[in-house]
């Protein structure tokens, strides 16, 4: 038997799926994004007078997307030390990695600890974010 999970304090999905799904003593989160939970805002993202997407900053992003993770997970009855696995994709590996790398650390200072991880860079993703993270935690039955 497993759970859907829907966290208020995260963004909505941007498809029909929940936050995260718990199976026994884990649990799966969906695609997670840096987008503002309130307003559907993308942190650091700015745009030219047309509209189109100029430039983006990876590092506010990066600190929003593991906010919304640590939103899900707490909604979850866990925390960011339950986390796993992590899979992280980045829409520009050669110029993002090293901020956001840099982000991940404050959050993860001691490797022998910090989740596994797996960055891959990707050419897009469904909204125009930067980065987005694909988790798996452990948390207790109770």
Known sequence: ??????????????????????VGEL??????GPRN???????????????????HDI???THAVIANVRAVLEASGAGLADLV?????LTDMAHDFD?????WA???????????????????LPTPIAIELKCLARV???
């Not at 939970?37 to 430039?55: C, K, M, T, W, Y």
């Not at 696995?85 to 994709?89: E, F, K, L, Q, W």
């Not at 901020?99 to 982000?103: D, H, P």
């Open 1 to 22: 038997m497993s759970d859907g999970i829907s966290a208020q304090a995260a963004p909505r999905p941007v498809g029909s799926y929940p936050h995260a799904r718990r």
């Open 37 to 55: 939970p309130a307003d559907n805002s993308i942190p650091g993202n700015q745009h030219d007078a047309e509209g189109r997407l100029v430039r």
């Open 27 to 32: 649990l799966f989160l969906s695609g997670i």
């Open 85 to 89: 696995d992590v899979t992280v994709y």
């Open 140 to 142: 207790s039955e109770g």
């Open 99 to 103: 901020a956001y790398n840099a982000v």
């Open 59 to 61: 590092a506010l992003q």
């Open 106 to 124: 404050e959050y993860f200072p001691d490797p022998a600890n910090a989740p596994c991880r797996t960055t891959l860079g990707i050419e897009r």
